[in-house]
């Protein structure tokens, strides 16, 4: 054939008609998107669901965060280093001897406690004891002409009682300057008069002195009964502080004559720690958040691959017509890219409102668990919701990646047989079976690998998910042979024709049962872990619960009670007829070379029979003799694990001696923090540390007398020198599940999110099924087959591919559990939980999916019900 | 005119049978008072051009249609009087349907659509297997009962179709253009296979065409004209 050129006068062929090509294309998708409105909107509210969750988690994370360093940086202000005091704080003959001397420049007293007032709304306030003329470098609450005016500042001085709190929250509660104001620490009240407001210039100040109030040094030390004594001395040591370090460590140990409890530390040391802490919480709040958007990932992929097999017929015919691939990949990534905006668009508006409740649940969990958070709030910063959207848009373009590819390279004769379609799902189910199956050896592999890194073990948990979800397949198609002949039997040819049906178009099923399958699984692989840890802390409580009265003063967190009770507590209570022995508990934060260490430290002779030990020297009474007759100490499974301890080291502490190494006689279980505790006996403890205080009397009773009636006695009884609470064991107990069940309240939020999130993308997913189908239905009622039994046919499909879901969501539910128990927790914050397995959760699952998928299966029955078979045999 | 032949018993009569349906605001009549009657074993064409209410006429006389007015009756039962449960399964058990775009479900094998009308009556097993592979030889296809419908082509698909049709033993097949989407050659094939495994098991046959050439098969034939039947 001869080469043909345009000559003279002849016009070029248009190179490409790809404007109005890509017009039509558009097009096409646009119409099969607008005849599909509701798979398209539950797609769209998918999407949208799935980046909520994210955007509320990453919001209440944000600001608990921020709240975190607001409350620290409200007290610590622009402190350095701190001159910190062990259990019974700093003489404050220290600070007059600090300046006097002069060693350094900037130094100012603290006394801080957390404290509640009626007229502040009863929630935790930091109350700060000040001195006013050295608080100028740290703070800038006093700076000249800022903040308190001198009439102010004149009257904080001199007036007893005088009070300062910030403007925001004085009008909250509509105070005002001359107000009156109770304040409670500890059980010990006090009357003050609000002689000032703090009005700080910027909206960061603003936020820290939230949760402030201002009381001098005198009013401070009262209120705590600790008179003559300073929590710390904040300093301000120039960068390379060193050799001013050194300085201040040679007075402070000349003037505490060798002590080593009074002591110098960088600030970052304190906060360091405890920052950590609530890392690993944070982190696994955002697993399980990104755990939503991976199940909302899985239904788009479910939705945008059924909205591909669904037109390859028109994609074939397309590709025929000359249409590139690279065209039909493009059309598939360009619906998934709009459909993704608009979902994380809506998404990014309700993850804003339901920040509003997870913030709430996140400060409360961390003032329960880690830190009081004196500072509140929601922080909305643009770079969450960014990331929400970006991730809920790169989700969802990653996941229509697969099924645009398999649009693009499927040959136009293949595209149109639907027989090499299912040929080709069949193939495919054996050998996603088989990378399934490696995905899970590889995930379990990844969950024993010896690393405390949270990453790798979510990884590892998320590799073990996807593998399960790989087996779908093939599963579904030998359960759907199992049923069939005992269904037949049952319920006669329906029987037959449902499950050969569901195995047979497994292109368009069993994705939409992996997905299914994997919400189930972690609906009960997190209800697993919940309910796990719940027994394991109810049988822990049983255990560690002593006495059967705990008189101790008012507390404004879980966290442990440090707040020391008063020298005339015990005889009162000892006095009591029903009262038969008071052992006396001390509760204090000493210092390490590795930070912080809580201890308690008790006089009771049998406390140590009562616990579980992971790891002993001898027998527990051996253990316990080593602590109440010698000077070791036991340690919580967290703490060994955050400070690698085990029972052949010493636990090194700063004791009034210097440092002490405590050897270790065994390792306990314990989920009362994930800090750890160090037990040891009382008088260890007053020998180290020369503190007589008491923090608690555990208290016993003569047999056959009413826990609850001497509570209430003891408490009226000790009301006249200190409101105590006197808790039976059984308050203590339900006071520890409630703020175990306010822990998990975000958890168990988001797990019903996800479960939300895979209701709405099976609902889609079926439902779309279903109406694809009319033509077939149509066939069926040609050939005889009555309305009734169409619609016992949908609804017994889609009933089963949820049973399907539902089974195999079991074992991947066990084995997230697993994960869960014994790796992620452990990893997380330090304890073991003991696994325990109950039906409800796997009941539950079953019960859901089945029910999502009769839903799904209703209204397809219902229209096809009421359409005649002719309309639906003129379904295209 | 009455398009009624008096030969034999009758089987099916049609009388007065009329249907509309409704577009948008504007209300399209398709037949207006059809009356025939059908004798027993006879095979009738019913020739019309595209558009004339050939299929909606069959889509009414299988039941898978309601009617607006008039009767339908197949051996002594009135059609028109049952509910759409009765309908189907008059149908179920008694009719057999051929279309023109041969209807097989894509997700099931050649022998399992065959066998689908008879599990519908509740019979399963080997015997029904063996049913489904007499047939399937009576059309030269018992080498394909494991191929899937879209392996097949258009005169293959027909010859399976009507397999299906048949397997249950109805009295009355109703055949919707069967040879409408195939070549003239393979057209002949299915209309004398239909022809021969109607005619000689002295059933029914009601074949609607466009062609005059397919309506040759059958014993008579009548012409569907705006709405009415006519004998020529």
């Given at each position: 054939?001869?080469?043909?050129?345009?000559?003279?006068?002849?016009?070029?062929?248009?190179?490409?008609?790809?404007?109005?090509?890509?017009?039509?294309?558009?097009?096409?998708?646009?119409?099969?998107?607008?005849?599909?409105?509701?798979?398209?909107?539950?797609?769209?509210?998918?999407?949208?669901?799935?980046?909520?969750?994210?955007?509320?988690?990453?919001?209440?994370?944000?600001?608990?965060?921020?709240?975190?360093?607001?409350?620290?940086?409200?007290?610590?202000?622009?402190?350095?280093?701190?001159?910190?005091?062990?259990?019974?704080?700093?003489?404050?003959?220290?600070?007059?001897?600090?300046?006097?001397?002069?060693?350094?420049?900037?130094?100012?007293?603290?006394?801080?406690?957390?404290?509640?007032?009626?007229?502040?709304?009863?929630?935790?306030?930091?109350?700060?004891?000040?001195?006013?003329?050295?608080?100028?470098?740290?703070?800038?609450?006093?700076?000249?002409?800022?903040?308190?005016?001198?009439?102010?500042?004149?009257?904080?001085?001199?007036?007893?009682?005088?009070?300062?709190?910030?403007?925001?929250?004085?009008?909250?509660?509509?105070?005002?300057?001359?107000?009156?104001?109770?304040?409670?620490?500890?059980?010990?009240?006090?009357?003050?008069?609000?002689?000032?407001?703090?009005?700080?210039?910027?909206?960061?100040?603003?936020?820290?002195?939230?949760?402030?109030?201002?009381?001098?040094?005198?009013?401070?030390?009262?209120?705590?009964?600790?008179?003559?004594?300073?929590?710390?001395?904040?300093?301000?040591?120039?960068?390379?502080?060193?050799?001013?370090?050194?300085?201040?460590?040679?007075?402070?140990?000349?003037?505490?004559?060798?002590?080593?409890?009074?002591?110098?530390?960088?600030?970052?040391?304190?906060?360091?720690?405890?920052?950590?802490?609530?890392?690993?919480?944070?982190?696994?709040?955002?697993?399980?958040?990104?755990?939503?958007?991976?199940?909302?990932?899985?239904?788009?992929?479910?939705?945008?691959?059924?909205?591909?097999?669904?037109?390859?017929?028109?994609?074939?015919?397309?590709?025929?017509?000359?249409?590139?691939?690279?065209?039909?990949?493009?059309?598939?990534?360009?619906?998934?890219?709009?459909?993704?905006i608009i979902g994380a668009g809506l998404g990014i508006g309700l993850g804003i409102v339901m920040g509003q409740s997870a913030v709430q649940m996140?400060?409360?969990?961390?003032?329960?668990?880690?830190?009081?958070?004196?500072?509140?709030?929601?922080?909305?910063?643009?770079?969450?919701?960014?990331?929400?959207?970006?991730?809920?848009?790169?989700?969802?373009?990653?996941?229509?990646?697969?099924?645009?590819?398999?649009?693009?390279?499927?040959?136009?004769?293949?595209?149109?047989?639907?027989?090499?379609?299912?040929?080709?799902?069949?193939?495919?189910?054996?050998?996603?079976?088989?990378?399934?199956?490696?995905?899970?050896?590889?995930?379990?592999?990844?969950?024993?690998?010896?690393?405390?890194?949270?990453?790798?073990?979510?990884?590892?948990?998320?590799?073990?998910?996807?593998?399960?979800?790989?087996?779908?397949?093939?599963?579904?198609?030998?359960?759907?042979?199992?049923?069939?002949?005992?269904?037949?039997?049952?319920?006669?040819?329906?029987?037959?024709?449902?499950?050969?049906?569901?195995?047979?178009?497994?292109?368009?099923?069993?994705?939409?049962?992996?997905?299914?399958?994997?919400?189930?699984?972690?609906?009960?692989?997190?209800?697993?872990?919940?309910?796990?840890?719940?027994?394991?802390?109810?049988?822990?409580?049983?255990?560690?619960?002593?006495?059967?009265?705990?008189?101790?003063?008012?507390?404004?967190?879980?966290?442990?009670?440090?707040?020391?009770?008063?020298?005339?507590?015990?005889?009162?209570?000892?006095?009591?007829?029903?009262?038969?022995?008071?052992?006396?508990?001390?509760?204090?934060?000493?210092?390490?070379?590795?930070?912080?260490?809580?201890?308690?430290?008790?006089?009771?002779?049998?406390?140590?029979?009562?616990?579980?030990?992971?790891?002993?020297?001898?027998?527990?009474?051996?253990?316990?003799?080593?602590?109440?007759?010698?000077?070791?100490?036991?340690?919580?499974?967290?703490?060994?694990?955050?400070?690698?301890?085990?029972?052949?080291?010493?636990?090194?502490?700063?004791?009034?001696?210097?440092?002490?190494?405590?050897?270790?006689?065994?390792?306990?279980?314990?989920?009362?923090?994930?800090?750890?505790?160090?037990?040891?006996?009382?008088?260890?403890?007053?020998?180290?540390?020369?503190?007589?205080?008491?923090?608690?009397?555990?208290?016993?009773?003569?047999?056959?007398?009413?826990?609850?009636?001497?509570?209430?006695?003891?408490?009226a009884e000790l009301a006249a020198i200190q409101r105590l609470l006197a808790r039976p064991n059984e308050a203590i107990r339900q006071a520890a599940?409630?703020?175990?069940?306010?822990?998990?309240?975000?958890?168990?939020?988001?797990?019903?999110?996800?479960?939300?999130?895979?209701?709405?993308?099976?609902?889609?997913?079926?439902?779309?099924?279903?109406?694809?189908?009319?033509?077939?239905?149509?066939?069926?009622?040609?050939?005889?087959?009555?309305?009734?039994?169409?619609?016992?046919?949908?609804?017994?499909?889609?009933?089963?591919?949820?049973?399907?879901?539902?089974?195999?969501?079991?074992?991947?539910?066990?084995?997230?559990?697993?994960?869960?128990?014994?790796?992620?927790?452990?990893?997380?914050?330090?304890?073991?939980?003991?696994?325990?397995?109950?039906?409800?959760?796997?009941?539950?699952?079953?019960?859901?999916?089945?029910?999502?998928?009769?839903?799904?299966?209703?209204?397809?029955?219902?229209?096809?019900?009421?359409?005649?078979?002719?309309?639906?045999?003129?379904?295209? | 005119?009455?398009?009624?032949?008096?030969?034999?018993?009758?089987?099916?009569?049609?009388?007065?049978?009329?249907?509309?349906?409704?577009?948008?605001?504007?209300?399209?009549?398709?037949?207006?008072?059809?009356?025939?009657?059908?004798?027993?074993?006879?095979?009738?064409?019913?020739?019309?051009?595209?558009?004339?209410?050939?299929?909606?006429?069959?889509?009414?006389?299988?039941?898978?249609?309601?009617?607006?007015?008039?009767?339908?009756?197949?051996?002594?039962?009135?059609?028109?009087?049952?509910?759409?449960?009765?309908?189907?399964?008059?149908?179920?058990?008694?009719?057999?349907?051929?279309?023109?775009?041969?209807?097989?479900?894509?997700?099931?094998?050649?022998?399992?659509?065959?066998?689908?009308?008879?599990?519908?009556?509740?019979?399963?097993?080997?015997?029904?297997?063996?049913?489904?592979?007499?047939?399937?030889?009576?059309?030269?296809?018992?080498?394909?009962?494991?191929?899937?419908?879209?392996?097949?082509?258009?005169?293959?698909?027909?010859?399976?179709?009507?397999?299906?049709?048949?397997?249950?033993?109805?009295?009355?097949?109703?055949?919707?253009?069967?040879?409408?989407?195939?070549?003239?050659?393979?057209?002949?094939?299915?209309?004398?296979?239909?022809?021969?495994?109607?005619?000689?098991?002295?059933?029914?046959?009601?074949?609607?065409?466009?062609?005059?050439?397919?309506?040759?098969?059958?014993?008579?034939?009548?012409?569907?004209?705006?709405?009415?039947?006519?004998?020529?």
């Amino acid at each position: 054939m001869d080469d043909v050129r345009p000559g003279p006068g002849m016009h070029s062929p248009p190179r490409s008609g790809s404007t109005s090509a890509s017009g039509t294309l558009w097009n096409i998708g646009w119409r099969y998107f607008s005849r599909h409105l509701w798979q398209s909107l539950l797609m769209v509210l998918g999407i949208a669901l799935g980046v909520a969750v994210v955007v509320a988690v990453d919001l209440a994370n944000v600001s608990a965060s921020r709240a975190f360093d607001l409350s620290v940086d409200s007290v610590a202000g622009r402190a350095t280093h701190q001159i910190v005091g062990g259990p019974q704080g700093v003489d404050e003959a220290i600070y007059t001897e600090l300046r006097r001397e002069g060693v350094v420049r900037s130094a100012a007293p603290i006394v801080a406690a957390y404290a509640t007032s009626p007229q502040l709304g009863g929630r935790p306030v930091q109350l700060l004891g000040v001195d006013p003329f050295a608080e100028a470098p740290f703070r800038s609450y006093f700076s000249a002409g800022q903040t308190a005016p001198v009439a102010q500042l004149t009257a904080f001085l001199t007036r007893p009682g005088a009070v300062l709190v910030a403007a925001d929250i004085a009008y909250r509660y509509e105070l005002d300057a001359g107000s009156a104001i109770t304040l409670e620490v500890a059980g010990r009240s006090r009357s003050g008069t609000i002689v000032g407001l703090l009005e700080p210039q910027d909206d960061l100040s603003r936020r820290a002195l939230e949760g402030i109030v201002l009381v001098d040094i005198a009013t401070a030390q009262e209120l705590t009964g600790r008179v003559g004594r300073l929590d710390r001395i904040d300093l301000i040591l120039p960068e390379g502080s060193e050799p001013g370090q050194t300085e201040i460590e040679a007075f402070l140990h000349t003037v505490t004559q060798g002590s080593a409890t009074v002591r110098v530390q960088e600030l970052e040391a304190r906060t360091g720690a405890t920052r950590q802490m609530t890392a690993a919480f944070r982190l696994n709040l955002s697993a399980l958040s990104l755990l939503a958007l991976v199940v909302g990932m899985f239904l788009i992929y479910n939705t945008m691959t059924f909205s591909v097999v669904q037109r390859r017929p028109l994609f074939g015919t397309l590709r025929c017509l000359g249409v590139t691939r690279r065209e039909v990949f493009g059309l598939v990534i360009g619906e998934a890219l709009i459909i993704g905006i608009i979902g994380a668009g809506l998404g990014i508006g309700l993850g804003i409102v339901m920040g509003q409740s997870a913030v709430q649940m996140v400060t409360r969990t961390i003032t329960d668990l880690y830190f009081v958070l004196t500072v509140r709030g929601v922080e909305i910063p643009t770079v969450s919701l960014l990331k929400g959207g970006v991730l809920g848009v790169v989700a969802t373009v990653a996941a229509a990646t697969p099924p645009a590819y398999e649009a693009a390279t499927v040959t136009p004769r293949v595209a149109l047989s639907r027989s090499g379609l299912e040929s080709k799902a069949e193939r495919a189910a054996s050998l996603a079976a088989i990378g399934g199956s490696a995905l899970i050896l590889v995930g379990a592999g990844t969950l024993g690998l010896p690393t405390t890194n949270l990453i790798v073990s979510f990884g590892g948990t998320f590799l073990v998910v996807l593998g399960f979800a790989l087996l779908t397949p093939l599963v579904t198609k030998w359960l759907m042979q199992a049923v069939r002949p005992p269904l037949q039997r049952t319920i006669g040819v329906l029987g037959r024709m449902a499950p050969r049906d569901v195995s047979k178009s497994l292109s368009r099923t069993a994705i939409a049962v992996a997905a299914l399958m994997v919400a189930m699984s972690v609906t009960i692989g997190i209800s697993l872990m919940i309910t796990s840890f719940r027994q394991t802390v109810v049988i822990w409580l049983g255990e560690a619960l002593q006495g059967d009265i705990v008189v101790s003063a008012p507390s404004v967190s879980g966290l442990q009670d440090v707040t020391p009770v008063d020298g005339q507590a015990e005889r009162i209570v000892a006095k009591h007829p029903a009262v038969a022995r008071v052992d006396l508990l001390r509760s204090a934060t000493v210092d390490s070379p590795q930070g912080p260490v809580d201890i308690e430290a008790g006089n009771s002779s049998d406390y140590g029979h009562g616990l579980r030990y992971l790891a002993r020297e001898g027998t527990v009474r051996d253990t316990w003799d080593l602590v109440s007759e010698g000077d070791a100490v036991i340690v919580s499974e967290p703490l060994a694990n955050r400070l690698s301890l085990s029972t052949s080291d010493y636990l090194n502490l700063y004791t009034d001696r210097g440092l002490r190494w405590f050897p270790i006689a065994g390792i306990y279980y314990d989920y009362a923090s994930t800090r750890g505790t160090a037990i040891m006996s009382l008088s260890t403890y007053r020998e180290a540390w020369r503190d007589d205080a008491v923090t608690a009397l555990v208290v016993r009773l003569n047999p056959d007398t009413d826990p609850d009636q001497v509570a209430q006695d003891l408490s009226a009884e000790l009301a006249a020198i200190q409101r105590l609470l006197a808790r039976p064991n059984e308050a203590i107990r339900q006071a520890a599940l409630a703020i175990f069940d306010r822990t998990f309240a975000i958890t168990a939020a988001l797990q019903a999110l996800a479960t939300i999130v895979a209701f709405i993308g099976v609902l889609s997913a079926l439902l779309a099924l279903q109406l694809e189908k009319q033509r077939q239905f149509g066939i069926l009622r040609a050939l005889g087959l009555t309305v009734r039994e169409l619609r016992s046919l949908i609804l017994l499909e889609t009933g089963l591919m949820g049973g399907v879901a539902g089974a195999l969501a079991m074992p991947a539910g066990f084995a997230l559990a697993l994960a869960l128990v014994y790796v992620i927790n452990r990893r997380s914050f330090g304890w073991t939980l003991q696994m325990v397995v109950t039906i409800a959760p796997f009941v539950e699952a079953i019960a859901v999916s089945v029910l999502a998928s009769l839903l799904a299966g209703i209204y397809p029955a219902l229209r096809m019900g009421k359409m005649a078979p002719a309309d639906a045999l003129r379904y295209e | 005119m009455r398009a009624t032949e008096g030969h034999g018993m009758e089987f099916v009569r049609l009388e007065d049978l009329c249907k509309d349906f409704q577009e948008g605001p504007h209300t399209r009549v398709v037949l207006r008072g059809i009356n025939a009657t059908f004798a027993r074993g006879e095979s009738v064409a019913i020739v019309g051009e595209s558009g004339s209410g050939k299929s909606t006429l069959l889509n009414l006389i299988s039941g898978i249609d309601r009617v607006d007015r008039g009767a339908i009756w197949v051996d002594g039962q009135n059609l028109t009087t049952l509910d759409e449960r009765q309908r189907t399964l008059f149908r179920r058990h008694h009719i057999g349907f051929v279309f023109q775009f041969f209807n097989l479900l894509p997700t099931l094998t050649v022998e399992e659509n065959v066998v689908l009308p008879l599990e519908l009556n509740g019979i399963n097993g080997m015997g029904a297997t063996e049913r489904a592979y007499d047939l399937l030889d009576a059309v030269g296809l018992a080498d394909r009962g494991d191929s899937f419908p879209d392996r097949l082509s258009g005169g293959e698909q027909q010859r399976v179709a009507i397999a299906r049709a048949l397997i249950h033993d109805p009295r009355l097949v109703l055949a919707d253009e069967p040879t409408g989407n195939l070549d003239e050659d393979t057209g002949h094939h299915i209309l004398g296979l239909l022809d021969r495994l109607t005619r000689h098991a002295g059933k029914n046959l009601i074949l609607v065409t466009h062609s005059r050439d397919a309506a040759a098969y059958a014993d008579r034939t009548l012409y569907l004209t705006e709405g009415r039947l006519t004998n020529g």
